[in-house]
């Protein structure tokens, strides 16, 4: 699957992303090694502490699904759903890729208002990883 594809499997979720307290949506997707996609929107609460990220839901439907191997995820995100600016993904996220995703090798996708996608390793967002090889 493209980049391009990816990005556009992370703009449907947008219309699935709960969000009542913040009203800022994100979608992502989630490429897998054998061509799977598992996508994830950002779902809120009441509670605010039990909510999750995007990108965190993708994850772990895919990790729950016995998938281990993953080659890239995009986002996009926006306030109303409205996609402005570029939407990089926080850092509980960051620290929940780099369990599972060579830092090296694994892509983030994001895209604009305009549709331009950039594209970062993990480890360029994410440096100094304290990771399970510290434990
Ligand atoms: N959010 C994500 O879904 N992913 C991120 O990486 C950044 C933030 C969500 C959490 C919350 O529902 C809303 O965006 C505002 O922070």
């Known amino acids: 699957m493209s980049k391009e594809q990816l990005i556009e499997a992370a703009k449907e979720m947008l219309n699935f992303s709960y ?7 994100v979608g992502a997707a989630l490429l897998c090694k054998d061509g799977s996609v598992y996508t994830g929107c950002n779902i809120e609460n009441a509670s605010f502490g039990p909510s999750i990220c995007a990108e965190r839901t993708a994850f772990f439907k895919a990790i729950s699904e016995g998938k281990k ?6 986002i ?5 759903g409205v996609i402005e600016d570029f939407c990089p993904p926080c850092g509980v996220c960051r620290q929940v890729m780099s369990e ?27 440096p100094l990883i304290f990771g399970k090889d510290r434990i």
């Open 76 to 80: 996009v995100g926006g306030r109303n």
């Open 100 to 126: 599972f995703c060579d830092p090296d090798t694994f892509d983030i996708y994001l895209a604009n208002a305009e549709n331009k996608i950039v594209s970062y390793k993990l480890t360029e967002l994410m």
């Open 19 to 25: 969000t009542p307290y913040s009203n800022f949506k």
């Open 69 to 74: 191997d993953f080659e890239a995820i995009a």
